[in-house]
């Protein structure tokens, strides 16, 4: 029995484990990917609510279209969008511009300098994130073989002395 135990211990580590591993590898990885991709899209509200002069009737469409325009001066985050384009669009579904922009808008004459304030912000929060994919994917190999060299568990039958004695 202890041997049995023992050897599905061991397969479990063999097999079950590193499928294990690799589906939480890959759900961290969309999560960060998921997480750049908001931000990019908030930073992409601002944006096409300040070409519609701070409308808040922003539609997914001109988010969309912007957004190549809201990231064309940061080459790694430009570089992220076509590779993630299409988890970009689906994301698209949570982000709200009437929950993103602000519900009353004190002074127009300095709505660009606003908005190009929180465009900037969202920016950097999205690099930010693609920085911390980035370290991500550098430190998962590591992971993955420190998890994959741990031992087989050990089993040590342990008996009631007291059944023992009858």
């Not at 050897?7 to 990917?33: C, T, V």
């Not at 384009?85 to 949570?94: G, L, N």
């Amino acid at each position: 029995m202890i041997e049995d135990r023992r050897s599905n211990a061991k397969d479990m580590l063999e097999k079950d484990l590193p499928q294990r591993l690799e589906a939480f590898a890959e759900a961290m990885r969309l999560g960060a990917i998921q997480l750049v991709a908001r931000h990019l899209l908030r930073a992409s509200v601002f944006r096409a609510s300040l070409d519609l002069n701070g409308s808040r009737d922003v539609s997914v469409d001109h988010i969309l279209r912007v957004l190549r325009l809201v990231v064309d001066t940061r080459p790694r985050l430009k570089e992220f969008l076509p590779k993630y384009w299409d988890e970009i669009v689906s994301q698209a579904a949570y982000i709200n511009p009437k929950d993103v922009l602000p519900k009353k808008i004190r002074n127009r004459e300095h709505l660009s300098e606003t908005f190009g304030g929180y465009i900037r912000g969202s920016l950097d929060a999205a690099e930010k994130s693609l920085d911390q994919l980035e370290a991500l994917d550098r430190r998962l190999p590591a992971w993955k073989s420190f998890v994959r060299g741990v031992d087989v568990p050990r089993i040590e039958p342990i008996m009631d002395y007291h059944d023992y004695q009858k």
